[in-house]
């Protein structure tokens, strides 16, 4: 499944809970780890909801800041990609925390 039939999965299920029936702007807010490709869900995202509630929709994409858990400092650190250390320890034992996944921010509904 292509990350835009799930993002307007979601529109879909939304439009039941929330009691819409008309999607008019999508923000979408994707981490800087994701390996979601924003250029790609703006391509796609028009395709795949042509003739849905959410078709001509407007969609923002919001890049957010990754963030790790360094456990050698014990502490937050911004991360700009996976796979890279530290930038206090050079260390690479970190958790990822934020940054990776992508979600819907805002929805503006008719
Ligand atoms: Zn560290």
Redesign the pocket.
Known sequence: MSLCEGVLRILEEQAGVQNYSRVRRVTLEIGMLSTAVPESIEMCFGAVTRGTLADGAALEIVRTPGEAW????A?S?PVKERYT???????F??ELRAGDGLRIKELEVD
Do not use: E, N, T, W
Not at 70 to 73: F, Q, V
Not at 85 to 91: E, F
């Open positions: 360094c456990k050698k400092c502490a650190v250390p530290c930038p206090r320890c050079g260390g034992d970190l």
